[in-house]
């Protein structure tokens, strides 16, 4: 036999980095505040995003069918004999009070110059702070569903506190 075989306490010992698994956990984000200004920067971010992907759809065959050929953006989506374009915010897109509107992509029209005007309207109008008061309502939302939120969160560590009191 070797005379330089160590037990396995000596080698853990030289193999260890001192670390346990406190050390994996992930720190917390800090929240950073979303205000208007910064919704309204967003929010011509994804109407930029949706130009570029309309006009990347432009460049293919609106003939193939809608799954094999997806448009691929968060404010526009592909439907039966066009496209849709719901200018929202958010990840969830949710409306900000523009209507959604539709634009012909099919053997009688191929409005993709169209929707990119409405869509540079759009944008143009957010930039010129028309929709600050929309974008200020919505934020009051996202604070009062927070709020209730915590609430609930509160109410729900009570009722358990309480019941494995009991």
Request: glycine residues 6%; hydrophobic residues 35%; proline residues 2%.
């Amino acid at each position: 036999m070797k005379q330089n075989m160590m037990s396995i306490e000596e080698i853990n010992a030289k193999l260890s980095n001192k670390r346990d698994k406190n050390y994996l956990r992930v720190s917390k984000i800090e929240h950073q505040g979303t205000t208007v200004k910064t919704m309204c920067q967003q929010t011509v971010h994804r109407i930029d995003q949706t130009v570029s992907a309309i006009k990347e759809f432009a460049k293919t065959d609106w003939k193939q069918p809608m799954k094999s050929n997806p448009l691929n953006s968060a404010m526009a989506r592909r439907v039966l004999g066009g496209i849709e374009i719901k200018i929202g915010f958010g990840t969830k897109n949710e409306k900000i009070g523009i209507e959604p509107a539709q634009f012909k992509l099919n053997r009688d029209a191929q409005d993709y110059d169209e929707a990119i005007e409405w869509l540079e309207k759009v944008r143009a109008f957010i930039l010129d702070g028309a929709f600050d008061a929309v974008f200020e309502a919505k934020l009051q939302g996202y604070q009062e569903r927070a709020a209730l939120g915590k609430q609930a969160r509160s109410s729900k560590n009570n009722v358990s506190q309480f019941a494995n009191a009991a």
